[in-house]
Nanobody
Framework: QVQLVESGGGLVQAGGSLRLSCVASGSISSINRMGWYRQAPGKQRELAALITSGGSTNYADSVKGRFTISRDNGKNTVYLQMNSLKPEDTAVYYC??????????????WGRGTQVTVSS
């Protein structure tokens, strides 16, 4: 069974930093694109950052210059370094990955999410 598990969320003051981690585990053949999405209360889930298997990245305008996504392919892990955090960054952050496993084909998987709360 393939799964994603996030960690690293918490409570931080505005201007502070947090580093999120997401580990993929199970019978994994390959991991393609990995990303972080977030969902604030009462709002739709939105993309924060993406990274391809080759290391190309894409960021939402709201986090550019403050967040950095990276991955360690040997550890099946994706990270999100979040600096200069703002109260509007408060959300549940979800890890997402396109992976292939025992079954043929590539499927999108989601973690359960980790809460990030930024106080003013």
């Amino acid at each position: 069974q393939v799964q994603l598990v996030e960690s690293g969320g918490g409570l931080v003051q505005a201007g502070g930093s947090l580093r999120l981690s997401c580990v993929a585990s199970g019978s994994i053949s390959s991991i393609n694109r990995m990303g972080w999405y977030r969902q604030a209360p009462g709002k739709q889930r939105e993309l924060a950052a993406l990274i391809t298997s080759g290391g190309s990245t894409n960021y939402a305008d709201s986090v550019k210059g403050r967040f950095t996504i990276s991955r360690d392919n040997g550890k099946n892990t994706v990270y999100l370094q979040m600096n200069s955090l703002k109260p509007e960054d408060t959300a549940v952050y979800y890890c997402n990955a396109d992976m292939s496993g025992i079954l043929p084909g590539i499927f999108a998987y989601w973690g359960r999410g980790t809460q990030v709360t930024v106080s003013s």
